[in-house]
């Protein structure tokens, strides 16, 4: 055996040992292949992205004294309404705003207000209130409530997708797959144990479905080869590896492909950090733009899988949905970056979302109309856009949403999303 191969077979024995940990016993991530039920993407963006620069209030009297200095350098929005504008690096967003199929929400947030990262991530993918309060995630229990089944495009299980076993990950491999021959004399090594043979059978198939998918959207599935995740979930405190700016538009377009299919999950998670901008925040080719410009790329590129010959109604059936912990302060800093804020900007795309317009009850930005004196408010909360589109995607009612997925939320209605 080569070296290769030793460093090829102890990657898949991990993998193996921590699916069979994961006590999971299923492999179909859909259900039966006919079904053609909605289906949601949630992309998280970590580091809190400043919604004031994605989707500038440049209608808004105060956002001139604010951030002006933003604005000439970054250039002119692209307009939205006589209110608000895109970012200037978020153009294919902007025409799938005109198109009627992008929906922005602003001013929307957590009930946390304290702007801690890992606090406020944790809020975010739990669904709670403060953080630590629920252990797993809003996903996790809505895929529970349907007992279907989801998929990480991570290394590992991210906090929002725990609460339910149904949970499969995948994640970029720099190694080289491993040989069929390899695969044969695991498969034998492992006839006997129920656990190990389960785990990697349970990995065959999702490397399997990932292949097929790629072959139907027109790939190179070789391309695309991408081992199977561990499952495991990470370290206190800790989150999933990420995919990083130049993986996301990869990682869109596999979600897109995997999507499409009958057999594929009802729930995809993606998240993709290094939104945070304390400095140097609108330079041109700075971080945050290029990050910009990765999501626009990347949810064209979601988009386009979901509507490739062979992809059926996909687009018309499924939603995206990309939130990110909180906005920043309204008030550029003495670093030209802005810090920890409180109210922040969403988006919700698909074909049958009522898109073309920004859901807002806008607070202002003047310094006496600021959160604290320093913050875009908060005017909603964002578990009523997550309960807007988990209702019709996922067919929960509003007990189920109010009582299990979001424990505690009855009083918040689900937003309005969807097309009559």
């Known amino acids: 055996m080569t070296r290769m191969d030793e460093l090829n077979r102890r990657q898949w024995l991990g993998a193996m040992a921590a699916l069979a940990a994961t006590g999971t016993t299923r492999l179909s991530w859909a259900g039966s292949a006919g079904q053609q039920q909605g289906r949601v993407v949630f992309v998280i963006l970590r580091g809190g992205l400043d919604g004031l620069f994605a989707v500038p209030a440049t209608g808004d009297p105060a956002f001139a004294a604010a951030r002006d200095r933003f604005t000439e350098q970054t250039g002119a929005p692209l307009p939205l309404d006589g209110t608000f504008g ?12 005109r198109g009627g199929e992008l929906l922005v929400v602003h001013a ?127 370290r206190p405190g800790m989150g999933p590896a990420k995919a990083g700016a130049g993986d ?89 970056g802005t810090d920890h804020g409180t109210g922040g900007a969403a988006w919700v795309l698909g074909g049958r979302v009522q898109g073309g317009r920004v859901l807002a009850e806008w607070p202002g930005l003047a310094p006496a109309q600021r959160f604290e004196g320093r913050d875009l408010h908060i005017t909603l909360d964002i578990r009523s856009v997550l309960k807007g589109v988990l209702g019709p995607q996922l067919g929960l009612g509003d007990r189920v949403l109010g009582d299990q997925v979001f424990p505690g939320s009855a009083a918040l209605k689900p937003t309005p999303l969807w097309r009559a």
């Open 86 to 97: 895109l970012h200037p690096a978020l153009a294919q967003m902007h025409s799938l705003y």
């Open 108 to 234: 929307t947030g957590l009930a946390y207000h304290q702007r801690s990262h890992f606090d406020a991530q944790q809020v975010l993918e739990s669904g709670g209130e403060q953080p630590g309060q629920l252990r797993d995630g809003w996903l996790g229990r809505a895929l529970a409530a349907t007992r279907r089944s989801g998929l990480a495009m991570s290394t590992a299980v991210p906090l929002v997708l725990r609460g339910w076993s149904g949970v499969d990950t995948w994640a970029p491999s720099h190694l080289p797959s491993p040989s069929d021959d390899l695969l044969a004399r695991l498969q034998r090594l492992y006839a006997d144990d129920a656990a190990l043979g389960h785990a990697l059978n349970r990995a065959k198939g999702v490397q399997a479905e990932v292949a097929a998918a790629a072959s139907v959207a027109g790939d190179d599935p070789a391309s695309m080869s991408m081992a199977p995740g561990s499952g495991v979930e990470p």
């Open 248 to 336: 996301f538009v990869a990682l869109c377009q596999a979600a897109g492909a995997l999507m499409a299919r009958p057999e594929g999950p009802q729930v995809v998670v993606l998240d993709v950090s290094g939104w945070d901008s304390h400095a140097d925040q609108a330079a041109p080719n700075g971080v945050l733009t290029r990050r910009l410009g990765e999501l626009d790329q990347g949810l064209a590129a979601l988009r386009a899988a979901m509507m490739a010959p062979g992809a059926g109604d996909a687009w018309q059936r499924n939603a995206v949905v990309v939130a990110t912990e909180f906005g920043r302060t309204v008030e550029i800093n003495g670093t030209r």
